[in-house]
């Protein structure tokens, strides 16, 4: 099995952990070992050694963090990667025991079923009308741009990378993102993702690229969390017109209740009624 990028920076870390606990433990028995010496210059020459030792036993750590943690986005960025292709396992067909007939009848009245079923075609997924209104960029896609599988999650690490995957949410549900790879992205052209709830579109975005050419990206969502219906969810991802993938998840339970919406009511105020006033008639 060919490794990866990530197992090698996996492997080299461990490595550099392993060596600065080796280099920590060398240098204090060097240390230790040069003050029972009698002699001033391997006294001197075998601290010095424990003393670079111990040195090293410092930066190896920081070292290993940084692998860790840096490093292998430093590669993406010089070598974005490339999604695999999903090999579909093909169907094989289990041949049934054929019956000889032993006597042929001749059938008289041939039936004509009087409806036919006729399969229905599958649409490919398209960019409505009002959503290509709204496109900005003039910047031809790269027809050859691919993406990979969507991979659906409610949080993503520091490297964009998703936090327990899945295809199956429990509500309350707050944030959702479609994390994926791409290559052959066209900076400036039009892509859009749409966000389909049993057939219906729920939310969309649309807008030119602004990222690589290759690595790694994702599409988000983030309602009232009364909007998180259950049912089964598609997300379709498109660079200018073109469908490029799509992928599916599900939300299960009821989401939770919406906030009422507190309106004032105005108190009515009393209104003083001004009364007769009397006239003094002269004598």
């Known amino acids: 099995m060919q490794p990866d990028i990530r197992s090698a920076i996996l492997t080299a870390t461990i490595i550099a952990l392993v060596a600065a606990a080796f280099s920590l433990w060398q240098g204090i028995r060097n240390i230790q070992k040069a003050r029972q010496l009698p002699f001033f210059r391997m006294r001197r ?9 111990l040195g090293w036993a410092v930066f190896l750590p920081l070292l290993a963090y940084l692998l860790n943690n840096q490093f292998e986005s430093m590669i993406y960025r010089f070598y974005p990667p490339t999604p695999t292709v999903t090999i579909t396992p093909t169907v094989t067909l289990t041949p049934t025991i054929s019956l000889t007939p032993t006597s042929t009848l001749t059938p008289t009245i041939t039936l004509t079923p009087s409806v036919s079923d006729t399969p229905t075609i599958t649409p490919t997924p398209f960019v409505p009308l009002a959503i290509q209104a709204r496109f900005e960029s003039t910047v031809t896609p790269n ?18 990378r998703p936090i327990n995957p899945g295809t199956e949410f429990q509500n309350p549900i707050d944030h959702m993102y479609a994390v994926f790879s791409y290559d052959g992205m066209v900076a400036g052209s039009q892509w859009s993702a749409l966000w389909i709830r049993n057939g219906e579109l729920v939310h969309f975005e649309t807008k030119p690229w602004d990222g690589g050419t290759g690595g ?23 660079a200018g017109l073109e469908f490029k993938r799509s992928g599916f998840f599900t939300v299960v339970g009821e989401p939770p209740t919406p906030r009422p919406t507190e309106t004032s009511t105005a108190t009515p105020t009393a209104t003083r009624t001004p009364t007769p006033t009397r006239t003094l008639v002269p004598t």
């Open 45 to 53: 020459e075998t601290s010095l050694r424990g003393w670079r030792l």
């Open 143 to 160: 027809p050859q741009a691919i993406f990979s599988e969507l991979q659906f999650t409610d949080g993503l690490d520091s490297l964009y």
């Open 216 to 238: 790694l990206g994702y599409t988000d969502w983030q309602p009232d969390p009364s909007e998180w219906h259950p049912g089964t969810y598609e997300v379709q991802l498109f």
